[in-house]
């Protein structure tokens, strides 16, 4: 199992952007994915989280009506839609995978990509 981010980049506050997150090593059908996110001199958090055989997607309070994360497992890729960003979004942003259920604690996701960087300018 291989998590490649892409997606990332410098952006205008009000800007969007797509974050994807590829399996690039196998056909693995994960159960959940999740996206997270460590902002410089900050612990990483949890961004927003899918749950695929329950349909179910969560959402930080910082996410929530924002951004969309979405999953085509025909491309073995989640997605993370951001709109409305502003400064207080500029982080490393992970993408996380799992054969189980894990919330929004990170020690339970068992697959993690490098990271993909998103800055956002005032």
């Known amino acids: 199992v291989q998590l490649m981010e892409s997606g990332g980049g410098s952006v205008q506050a009000g800007g969007s952007l797509r974050l994807s997150c590829k399996d690039t090593?196998?056909?693995?059908?994960?159960?959940?994915m999740g996206w997270f996110r460590q902002a410089p001199g900050k612990a990483r958090e949890g961004v927003a989280l899918?749950?695929?055989?329950?349909?179910?997607?969560l959402y930080s309070g910082a996410a929530k009506g924002r951004f969309t994360i979405s999953r085509d497992k025909a491309k073995n890729t989640m997605y993370l839609q951001m709109n409305s960003l502003s400064p207080e979004d500029t982080a490393m942003y992970y993408c996380?995978?799992?054969?189980?259920?894990?919330?929004?604690?990170?020690?339970?996701?068992?697959?993690w990509g490098q990271g993909t960087q998103v800055s956002v300018s005032s």
């Open positions: 899918i749950y695929d055989p329950l349909d179910m997607t």
């Open positions: 996380a995978a799992s054969l189980r259920f894990p919330g929004w604690a990170q020690s339970p996701w068992e697959y």
């Open positions: 090593e196998s056909a693995s059908s994960f159960y959940s």
